[in-house]
């Protein structure tokens, strides 16, 4: 199987200004990267400009849904939407060949627990972050071949997401929510450190 691989940590910046861009191949390092400063990603441009205007759809989804409930029933109303709100952007997504979903190094339900190569661009995105590298952190994967699209872009914890995913979440919503998720290990995060990705992936019908 031919497959072209790319897997690169670009600044959003640079990139629409096409400055000094160079594919790189995944074992080059991230100290490589900071060197040459813009990474092609892998695929055609046009999918993977839909890969993210999809994932910031999910994402100013997602918060919106989250503050309107936190503001309306608490952080209790809260641990529903982080959940409910992504549903039916997935779907809607789905009839045009996207897939869409989230996942991270240290997952609260179980579903969202990353493949192998979904774990390598998080570990790659949790040392982008750690060494301030610009944002957006992305990375994408194209099998010339078959035509699908893997995309992957970070999300970095705020303030108000620690409320639930913090090092000190109130004990009655902790409660709440290791009864729904009794595997959960999505907590311990500090503010500007990273909480997972949204990973997308096209598959043409
Ligand atoms: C009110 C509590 C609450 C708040 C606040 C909250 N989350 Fe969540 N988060 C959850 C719950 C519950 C899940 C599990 C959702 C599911 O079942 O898919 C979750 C899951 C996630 C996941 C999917 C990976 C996993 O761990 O399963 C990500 C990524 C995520 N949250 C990011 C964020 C970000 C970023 C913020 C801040 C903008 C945030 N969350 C704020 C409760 C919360």
Same mark, same amino acid.
């Given at each position: 199987?031919?497959? @072209?691989? @790319? ?6 910046? $640079? ?11 995944? +074992? %080059?390092?991230?100290?490589?990267? +900071? ?33 309107? &409930? ?22 809607? $997504?789905?009839? %045009? ?6 996942? &991270? $190094? ?8 990353? %493949?192998?190569?979904?774990?390598? +661009? ?35 914890? /705020? ?25 959960? @290990? ?9 909480? /997972?990705?949204?990973? $997308? ?5």
């Amino acid at each position: 199987m031919k497959m @072209t691989l @790319t897997v690169g940590v670009i600044g959003g910046l $640079l990139l629409s200004t096409g400055l000094s861009a160079k594919t790189l191949q995944p +074992q %080059d390092s991230l100290a490589t990267q +900071q060197e040459t400063e813009a990474v092609i990603l892998a695929g055609p441009e046009g999918k993977l400009n839909q890969a993210r205007t999809n994932a910031k759809a999910l994402g100013g989804a997602l918060k919106a849904r989250l503050q309107q &409930a936190i503001a309306k029933g608490g952080l209790e109303e809260g641990v529903e939407a982080c959940y409910v709100a992504a549903g039916p952007i997935a779907q809607a $997504l789905k009839k %045009d060949g996207w897939t869409v979903g989230r996942t &991270a $190094l240290r997952v609260r339900n179980q579903d969202n627990q990353p %493949d192998g190569w979904e774990e390598t +661009q998080l570990h790659e995105f949790a040392d982008a972050l750690s060494k301030q590298l610009p944002m957006p952190l992305e990375a994408s994967r194209w099998n010339e071949e078959t035509g699908e699209l893997r995309y992957m872009s970070a999300i970095v914890t /705020g303030q108000v997401c620690t409320a639930c995913h913090g090092n000190n979440v109130d004990p009655a919503v902790l409660g709440i929510i290791r009864e729904k998720y009794p595997e959960d @290990t999505a907590t311990g995060f500090a503010p500007g450190s990273l909480r /997972g990705a949204f990973t $997308l992936t096209y598959s043409p019908e």
